[in-house]
């Protein structure tokens, strides 16, 4: 049920994120599950940029770089990529493409940054904004996940979706009802039906058994 609900939680995220971008005039692509939990491209046709999202749900306390950072054991005991590794392969597959790598989740984060010498809650932050021995420990770990004695610069974002854990799904039929609303005022729209629709559609995608090219 847990996995199921994280899930689902990313599902949900990318319908948000659908009408965000079909409320702006240009054109996009989104992957679902394919590379990433969330990938846009800037264009149906020919691509040119790519960004990255991992969609994360905690149903309790912050996140910490230290939890950014682990490194899961797989299925033969060794250390996988941890989810920042994750992301920054993103930039290693598609190195001149990639416009960002992003992580989106419910929760806060506890973070010591640049401005102040002790840990604060953050909804939002930067690698570059980061302490600088923190920022140096980050990039450590990521060249020692990756075996890399340097790493490109990649904007890396890090920020909290006002999205609960919990009740995600209502809230975000409640966000279709006032986008619907606002394309068309005066319209009439089975909003039920369509929001059962789209996220049919969003699950299918995500559920799709592909090989990435």
Same mark, same amino acid.
């Given at each position: 049920?847990?996995?199921?609900?994280?899930?689902?939680?990313?599902?949900?995220?990318?319908?948000?994120?659908?009408?965000?971008?079909?409320?702006?005039?240009?054109?996009?692509?989104?992957?679902?599950?394919?590379?990433?939990?969330?990938?846009?491209?800037?264009?149906?046709?020919?691509?040119?940029?790519?960004?990255?999202?991992?969609?994360?749900?905690?149903?309790?306390?912050?996140?910490?770089?230290?939890?950014?950072?682990?490194?899961?054991?797989?299925?033969?005991?060794?250390?996988?990529?941890?989810?920042?590794?994750?992301?920054?392969?993103?930039?290693?597959?598609?190195?001149?493409?990639t416009k960002s790598v992003n992580f989106v989740t419910n929760a806060r984060f506890s973070v010591r940054l640049q401005d102040g010498d002790k840990?604060?809650?953050?909804?939002?932050?930067?690698?570059?904004?980061?302490?600088?021995?923190i920022g140096e420990k980050f990039t450590e770990a990521l060249r020692n996940e990756h075996q890399l004695?340097?790493?490109?610069?990649?904007?890396?974002?890090?920020?909290?979706?006002?999205?609960?854990?919990?009740?995600?799904?209502?809230?975000?039929?409640?966000?279709?009802?006032?986008?619907?609303?606002?394309?068309?005022?005066?319209?009439?729209?089975?909003?039920? $039906?369509?929001?059962? $629709?789209?996220?049919?559609?969003?699950?299918?995608?995500?559920?799709?058994?592909?090989?990435?090219?």
């Amino acid at each position: 049920s847990v996995a199921a609900n994280r899930t689902d939680y990313q599902q949900s995220w990318a319908f948000c994120l659908l009408l965000k971008l079909h409320d702006k005039p240009h054109d996009y692509a989104v992957l679902l599950d394919f590379h990433d939990d969330v990938v846009v491209l800037d264009s149906t046709g020919e691509p040119k940029e790519m960004e990255f999202y991992q969609v994360k749900s905690k149903e309790t306390g912050n996140w910490t770089i230290t939890q950014l950072l682990r490194c899961p054991k797989n299925k033969d005991d060794k250390p996988g990529l941890s989810i920042c590794g994750k992301m920054y392969a993103n930039k290693m597959a598609f190195p001149n493409v990639t416009k960002s790598v992003n992580f989106v989740t419910n929760a806060r984060f506890s973070v010591r940054l640049q401005d102040g010498d002790k840990e604060k809650d953050v909804d939002s932050f930067e690698v570059k904004q980061l302490a600088n021995e923190i920022g140096e420990k980050f990039t450590e770990a990521l060249r020692n996940e990756h075996q890399l004695s340097a790493l490109d610069d990649v904007p890396t974002h890090f920020w909290s979706e006002p999205l609960p854990h919990r009740g995600h799904q209502d809230q975000v039929k409640g966000r279709f009802a006032e986008f619907l609303e606002n394309q068309k005022p005066e319209g009439k729209f089975a909003v039920g $039906a369509a929001f059962r $629709a789209i996220s049919s559609i969003i699950a299918r995608k995500t559920g799709e058994e592909r090989t990435p090219a």
